[in-house]
């Protein structure tokens, strides 16, 4: 019993704050010690400043989500780290273009109260380095969730990029961010390397009729191994293109596909 409760709340610690709360109260983990699930209930509208029937909407929200990532990630979870972490990423590629074009799609979650600065370097990493050089090659235009800003990373000449959302961001609040990346080159795979939790990542690589030789997916390798290790072999759809999908990335692993033109 004590091993499915520390699992259950391992992954709480992906949801929301009022996801995670109200999840965790519903099932008796957290908050009041009432054994009658409607005086939990009451206890978590009060808590969340809301009314009864949305407090519900948050247990039924939260053990939705909590369900989920317990069905597909089991023991193996990533317990988030660092001052935020991701909850769902979508990558859409598009290499069918005069230039390589990628729009990200990232759901942050803040760990640290006050968070006023996402650190994009890590992103652009965590996202697919594009770029066969750095961030200077890179072409970053935010659609959506904050300001760009570019930085010195240390006491490296080598530029980095942050994000400053448009008021800091709380413990446990989500966070929407949407991006557009473009670059002259690309080495010839895509994946995501992150730096600490990623719950979800789904990537959609747009060929069109510059169909590769072979795509391979990629899935918890090191990223030394990148060309070396075989994958597993794809198959472009009708339209160009290739769709996958990971749950539960590990940190400092690659997850994405490879090919060859």
């Keep these: 019993m004590q091993k499915v409760i520390e699992a259950i709340s391992r992954q709480a610690l992906l949801l929301g704050r009022e996801q995670r709360q109200a999840a965790l109260t519903a099932l008796g983990l ?8 409607k005086d939990r209930q009451a206890w978590i509208a009060q808590n969340i ?22 069905a597909e990630g089991g023991e193996t979870a990533t317990t988030p780290t660092g001052s935020w972490h991701t909850e ?14 990628a729009f990200v ?5 803040a760990c640290n109260e006050s968070l006023d600065e996402l650190d994009l370097a890590t992103t652009l990493t965590a996202s697919g380095q594009l770029a066969v050089h750095g961030a200077d090659d890179v072409n970053v235009d935010v659609f959506a969730g904050g300001t760009l800003l570019r930085t010195r ?6 530029t980095g990029l942050a994000l400053r959302p448009p008021e800091p961001l709380r413990r446990g609040q989500k966070h929407e961010i949407a991006l557009r990346v ?6 010839p795979h895509y994946v995501c390397v992150p730096k600490s939790a990623c719950a979800e990542f789904t990537l959609t690589v747009r060929f069109g009729t510059r169909t590769p030789r072979t795509v ?35 940190p400092e692993f690659a997850y994405g596909i490879r090919w060859d033109q």
């Design 30 to 37: 957290s908050g009041p010690g009432s054994r009658f699930l």
């Design 49 to 70: 400043d809301r009314d009864i029937r949305t407090a519900r909407r948050r247990i039924d929200e939260g053990c939705a989500e909590l369900a989920l990532l317990l």
């Design 88 to 101: 769902r990423m979508r990558v859409l590629l598009a290499l069918d273009q005069p230039r390589p074009e």
């Design 105 to 109: 799609f990232r759901r942050v979650v």
């Design 153 to 158: 990373n240390g006491s490296s000449k080598q």
């Design 182 to 187: 473009r670059t002259a080159e690309m080495l």
């Design 216 to 250: 391979a997916l990629l899935e918890k390798v090191f990223q030394n191994d990148l060309r070396s290790v075989t994958g597993t072999p794809l198959e472009t759809d009708a339209a160009g293109e290739v769709h996958v999908r990971f749950r539960n990335l590990q």
